[in-house]
C-alpha cells in the first residue's frame, strides 16, 4: 500500500506507518506507564473541563484503574498481542477511538486508527496529548504502535488498511459494518465488531419505596447519566424499563420525579429534540398497538407505559428522555423479549445473581453486561460480551 | 361543522376581528378535530395516546397538533378513499421521503377558493398578464401533483397569456421573457414563482447576461421558503432590493405556507409581516412544553387552517420558528394575528454510537 505520509487522502495525527511489528504482552508496563502518564496531562489540561468525556477517558486510564483491571486477569504469562490492529471509530462519538486504541495498546498490538471525518476538537486534544507522551524517549516501543489518521470515506485506504492488519475493530450502526466487512482482513484475521445494540433496566418497586431523599438523587442522577447524557443514544442507554416489585404506581412516581427534577436542571432541550420526540410519540401511538398510558414531564421526559411487551420492543427506541415503561411481576416473563440485539441490562435493587440465571437460565440469546444503574456508559475491557484483551492476542501453548 | 367552514370562507380574508374569529374557530376545530378523530384511525390512536377527551371542549391551545413530518411517514386520510381526487405531494429532493396529502374535491375545491380570496387581496379581482418563473413541464404532467406544480396552477387562475420564463432544461428563456413584457408593458402584471429558483435562476441569470427588464408595475408573489437563500445569508430586504434592481419590480409578496395546508396561505403585507387570514391562523409554541408563546416570544410554529376534511392537517406542528408580532393592529389595516419567521430549528449534533460511515 501506499504510505500515509504519501496518500493526500489521508490525514496523520499521530505517529508513522507501523512497519516492522514487534507486538507486547498484554498489560505490558511500558504501556501501562503511558497511560498513566496520558492519564496525568488530560486531567490537567484546561480543555478537558469544556469535554467531561475526556476527563472520563484520563479518569478511565488512570494509573490505579489500570493495575485493577489488570489484576483480575491471572493467565497473561504466556500470551503476546496479535501484531497491527486497525480500528475504525464510530463517525459521531468523538472519544470512542481513543479508548478502542487502548484497548489494542492493552492487548499488546500495534494500532492504526481511523478517527471520524468530521472535525472534533475533542479529538485533537487527546492526539495532541498522546504525542506529548510519546516525545518522551522512554516510550520508543509504544511510538512504534500508535497511528492515528483521519481520512473521508474512502474505499481504497480501508481495504489497504484491512488487507494489511491481524485484526480490524469496527465500531457503528449495522450498514458500517456490513460495508466495511466486504473487505476483505488475511486469512488468520480477526474481526470484531461492535454493532447497534439495545439495552434496557429493571428496578425493584419496593426498594424505591424505601429509599430516603439523598439515596433517591444518587440513583436519579445515575439513570440520568446512563440516558440523557448522550440523548438515549448510546448502545447501552437503556429505553425499556421494567418493574418488578410491588407498590409499583407510588414508587414509579417517586422515582420518575426524582429523574424530571435532574433533567429539569441539566438538561440542555433543543427545539429540534421537543420537535423529534414529539413526532416520535405520534408514530408510536400509531405503530405500537401495546400502549396504555402516557405520563409526559411537559417535553423534558416521556413515560410510555406499554401493557404487554411485544417480541420486536427492540424496534422502538426513545431519544433524548423517553421510556417505554412494563409491570412485570417476574422477570422470567420477559425474557421472550431478549434477542441478539440485547447489550446492557442495568438494575436497582434487584439481586444481580437474579439477573444472571435470568439470562443463562433461559438460555438467551441477548445481554451481554449486567451493570447497577448509573454505570450504563462506563466502558470496559470486556463490551458486547467480547474479552477484548483475550480476542486481540494469541495464546503461546507451553507444554 | 360545514356551515360554518363556508360561512366562514364567503366572507373577505382581513376584515374579522381576532375576537369574533376566535369565537367562531372554537367550534370549527373543536368539530373538525372529532371529524379527523372519528374518521382516520391513526389520528385517532395520537389523540387517545395523549389522553385527548373529544367529548369535553377544548379551546384550540389545547388540541394536538400533528407534527408535520408525520405526513411524510403515514398516508393520513380522514374520507374513505373513494372520495380521494387528488394526492399532493411535496418536492423533495431525491432519496427524501415526500409528504403525501389526500384530497376529497370539498377540500381541493376550498384549497382554490382560500388562495383566490387571499390573492385578490394583494393583486385585485382582475386577471393579469402572468409571468411564471418555471418550467412548464412541471405542470405539464398531471399525474405528478407537486406542490410546485399545485402553487403554480393555483395562481395561475388570476393570470392570463401566463408564460413561462425558464425552458425546459431550466434555462432563461429571456426571449419570451422580453416578448411578453414588450406585449404587457405599463399594464400590471403578476410574476410568480418560488423564492429559491427566483434567486438562483431568474435573478442571478439576468445578473449574468446583465439584463434589465421593465417590470416596474409587475407584483410579485413567492414562497417555498428561505432555507437554501438563508445559506447564502439572503434574506427578505435583500432579495427585494436586488429584485428592484434588475427588474424594476417593487411590489413584491413573500408568502409562508406548506403543501400540508395548501389555499390557506400567510401572505407577505407592505409592511412586512406574514398575515394569517380568515381562514388560517398560526400560534408559536415554547418548545420545553408546547406552552403558547406571548406576542413577541420565539416559538415552534403551529399551522391552524380550516380547510383540509380529508386528511388531519388541521392543526399542524412545523419545524419552524417564528414570533408573532401582533394581532388586528398591523399598519397594513389588514386583521388577523401577523408574524415573522426566524427559521428552521437547528438539527442537534446527534451523540451516540449509531452512525453512518462518514
Request: aromatic share 10%; hydrophobic share 40%.
Amino acid at each position: 500500500m501506499i504510505p500515509f505520509h504519501d496518500d493526500n487522502n489521508i490525514e496523520v495525527l499521530i505517529g508513522t506507518q507501523p512497519d516492522l511489528i514487534k507486538p507486547l504482552m498484554p498489560f505490558d508496563d511500558q504501556c501501562c506507564d503511558f497511560l498513566a502518564d496520558l492519564s496525568s496531562i488530560l486531567n490537567v489540561l484546561p480543555e478537558s473541563k469544556t469535554y467531561p468525556e475526556i476527563m472520563a477517558f484520563a479518569f478511565w486510564c488512570r494509573k490505579a484503574n489500570i493495575t485493577k483491571i489488570k489484576s483480575i486477569y491471572t493467565d497473561l504469562d504466556s500470551r503476546i498481542g496479535l501484531g497491527i490492529v486497525f480500528h475504525i471509530a464510530p463517525s459521531n462519538v468523538p472519544i470512542n477511538f481513543a479508548y478502542s486504541l487502548v484497548f489494542g495498546l492493552l492487548s499488546g498490538n500495534a494500532n492504526v486508527v481511523r478517527v471520524p471525518f468530521r472535525l472534533f476538537p475533542q479529538v485533537d486534544v487527546i492526539c495532541s496529548a498522546i504525542n506529548k507522551v510519546l516525545a518522551n524517549k522512554k516510550y520508543q516501543d509504544i511510538r512504534n504502535m500508535i497511528s492515528v489518521i483521519r481520512y473521508e470515506y474512502n474505499d481504497t485506504i480501508t481495504e489497504d488498511l484491512s488487507s494489511n492488519c491481524d485484526a480490524r475493530v469496527i465500531w457503528g450502526g449495522d450498514d458500517t459494518i456490513r460495508k466495511i466487512r466486504s473487505f476483505p482482513i488475511p486469512v488468520r484475521g480477526t474481526d470484531i465488531s461492535f454493532a447497534d445494540r439495545y439495552s434496557f433496566c429493571v428496578i425493584d418497586s419496593e426498594s424505591i419505596a424505601d429509599l430516603d431523599q439523598i439515596k433517591l438523587i444518587q440513583l436519579a442522577e445515575g439513570f440520568y447519566n446512563d440516558t440523557y447524557l448522550m440523548d438515549q443514544n448510546a448502545c447501552s442507554s437503556p429505553h425499556l424499563v421494567v418493574w418488578a416489585g410491588h407498590h409499583k404506581t407510588e414508587t414509579k412516581k417517586k422515582f420518575w420525579d426524582a429523574v424530571n427534577d435532574i433533567v429539569t436542571k441539566k438538561y440542555d432541550l433543543e427545539a429540534i429534540n421537543s420537535v423529534d420526540k414529539y413526532t416520535l410519540l405520534c408514530q408510536n401511538a400509531i405503530a405500537l398497538e401495546e400502549i396504555s398510558s402516557l405520563d409526559r414531564y411537559k417535553n423534558y421526559l416521556y413515560r410510555q407505559t406499554i401493557k404487554e411487551l411485544p417480541a420486536n420492543i427492540d424496534t422502538f427506541r426513545g431519544k433524548c428522555g423517553y421510556f417505554f415503561e412494563y409491570d412485570a411481576n417476574d422477570i422470567n416473563e420477559i425474557s421472550h423479549i431478549v434477542n441478539k440485539k440485547y447489550q446492557t441490562l442495568t438494575y436497582y435493587g434487584v439481586d444481580k445473581q437474579l439477573l444472571v440465571d435470568f439470562v443463562l437460565k433461559n438460555r438467551l440469546l441477548g445481554i451481554d453486561r449486567i451493570v447497577p444503574i448509573g454505570k450504563a456508559l462506563d466502558i470496559g475491557l470486556i463490551w458486547d460480551g467480547i474479552d477484548v484483551i483475550r480476542s486481540l492476542s494469541r495464546v503461546v501453548d507451553v507444554h | 361543522m360545514m356551515d360554518s367552514i363556508v360561512s366562514i370562507l364567503n366572507r373577505s380574508p382581513y376584515s374579522i376581528s381576532s375576537q369574533e374569529k376566535d369565537a367562531i374557530y372554537e367550534d370549527i376545530f373543536f368539530n373538525l378535530t372529532n371529524h379527523h378523530y372519528s374518521n382516520c384511525p391513526q389520528y385517532r390512536r395520537i389523540l387517545d395516546t395523549l389522553g385527548y377527551d373529544t367529548k369535553k371542549t377544548h379551546t384550540i391551545d389545547d388540541i394536538p397538533p400533528i407534527p408535520v413530518r408525520l405526513f411524510k411517514e403515514y398516508e393520513l386520510v380522514s374520507v374513505d378513499r373513494s372520495k380521494v381526487v387528488k394526492t399532493m405531494m411535496s418536492s423533495g429532493t431525491s432519496g427524501q421521503k415526500v409528504s403525501k396529502i389526500f384530497l376529497d374535491s370539498e377540500t381541493a375545491s376550498r384549497q382554490t377558493k382560500a388562495l383566490a380570496k387571499i390573492t385578490s387581496e394583494f393583486i385585485g379581482k382582475k386577471r393579469l398578464p402572468m409571468l411564471v418563473i418555471d418550467t412548464k413541464e412541471v405542470v405539464k404532467d398531471r399525474n405528478l401533483f407537486s406542490a410546485r406544480g399545485a402553487g403554480i396552477l393555483g395562481f395561475s387562475l388570476h393570470g392570463f397569456d401566463v408564460t413561462y420564463a425558464l425552458d425546459k432544461e431550466m434555462n432563461l428563456d429571456i426571449e419570451a421573457i422580453e416578448a411578453f413584457s414588450t406585449k404587457h408593458k405599463d399594464k400590471d402584471i403578476l410574476i410568480f414563482g418560488f423564492t429559491y429558483m427566483i434567486w438562483e435562476l431568474f435573478y442571478k441569470e439576468l445578473v449574468k447576461l446583465n439584463k434589465k427588464l421593465g417590470l416596474d408595475k409587475g407584483i410579485l408573489i413567492h414562497g417555498g421558503g428561505w432555507k437554501k437563500l438563508a445559506a447564502e445569508e439572503v434574506d427578505n430586504s435583500t432579495f427585494k432590493k436586488n429584485l428592484q434592481n434588475v427588474c424594476g419590480i417593487q411590489r413584491v409578496h413573500n408568502y409562508y405556507g406548506m403543501v400540508e395546508q395548501t389555499g390557506s396561505i400567510f401572505m407577505e403585507c407592505e409592511a412586512g409581516y406574514l398575515h394569517s387570514s380568515a381562514y388560517s391562523d398560526v400560534k408559536m409554541r415554547r418548545h420545553g412544553d408546547f406552552s403558547v408563546c406571548d406576542i413577541g416570544e420565539v416559538g415552534l410554529i403551529e399551522l391552524i387552517s380550516i380547510i383540509p376534511s380529508s386528511y388531519p392537517g388541521h392543526i399542524i406542528l412545523s419545524e419552524d420558528t417564528g414570533e408573532i408580532v401582533g394581532i388586528d393592529d398591523c399598519q397594513c389595516g389588514r386583521t388577523g394575528s401577523y408574524f415573522k419567521i426566524h427559521g428552521r430549528i437547528k438539527k442537534a449534533e446527534i451523540r451516540g454510537c449509531s452512525d453512518t460511515f462518514s
